[in-house]
């Protein structure tokens, strides 16, 4: 069963616009939730976590346990935003990672 | 000061071959995982292993052999390679228990 669901495979954002990456969970208990980036040809990197609710990057997540849903938002999009987002799942010890987002931010 | 590393970054054989990917972290962390990452950049687990021992083994063909000598390497071997086994295979690991994932730089096999 499918327990992360990123339904855009592709989104395309001029610069300056705002951004919205779009996860959604199933699971029955207190999910710890992340998103990962994966910058052209580089290792997958954290770049937040649900519970340190921070800003990273200028982009956050807000996880609404009503929605299931751990959307990621920044509201000016930069050319360096461009990249694979990969939202993830934590349960127990094991990661359970979405099909991905690729992010084109256009100049 | 690399705290995941994979060897080779890049791997081009022939079908039928046999292959080896070694993993290494100096993070101190005592889980370790591989994942696969295929051409339409789908993540999927393959294994984890948590102080040497095979806690998470998902469907996968047993041509795929993991082997944790001890809790900082975790390498993995491929017998009789196949076309559909080409993908970027990630290393990574963490402590049971804390949450971020540290990701190797992948290791891109190419079976032709």
């Known amino acids: 069963a499918q327990r992360v669901t990123q339904p855009e495979k592709l989104l395309s954002v001029f610069k300056g616009a705002p951004v919205e990456l779009k996860c959604n969970y199933s699971y029955s208990g207190s999910p710890e939730l992340f998103w990962y980036v994966q910058y052209s040809r580089q290792r997958l990197q954290l770049l937040l976590r649900?519970?340190s609710r921070e800003s990273i990057k200028g982009f956050t997540a807000d996880l609404n346990k009503g929605e299931t849903s751990f959307h990621l938002k920044k509201p000016f999009a930069q050319e360096e935003d461009s990249a694979m987002y990969y939202c993830?799942?934590?349960?127990?010890?094991?990661?359970?990672f979405g099909t991905g987002t690729s992010l084109t931010v256009i100049p | 000061d690399t705290a995941v590393s994979q060897t080779p970054k890049y791997l081009v054989t022939q079908m039928g071959n046999d292959k080896s990917i070694k993993c290494e972290q100096n993070l101190g962390h005592d889980t370790m995982y591989w994942y696969k990452q295929d051409s339409k950049k789908f993540l999927k687990i393959m294994f984890s292993y948590n102080n040497k021992e095979l806690i998470i083994n998902e469907t996968v063909p047993n041509r795929f052999s993991p082997k944790s000598p001890d809790k900082a390497h975790l390498n993995l071997h491929i017998n009789s390679l196949e076309l559909g086994d080409s993908a970027v295979y990630f290393c990574?690991?963490?402590?049971?228990?804390?949450?971020?994932?540290?990701f190797g730089e992948g290791s891109r096999l190419t079976v032709l």
């Open positions: 990574a690991s963490r402590n049971a228990g804390e949450g971020e994932l540290f």
């Open positions: 993830a799942l934590l349960t127990g010890n094991q990661f359970y």
């Open positions: 649900h519970i």
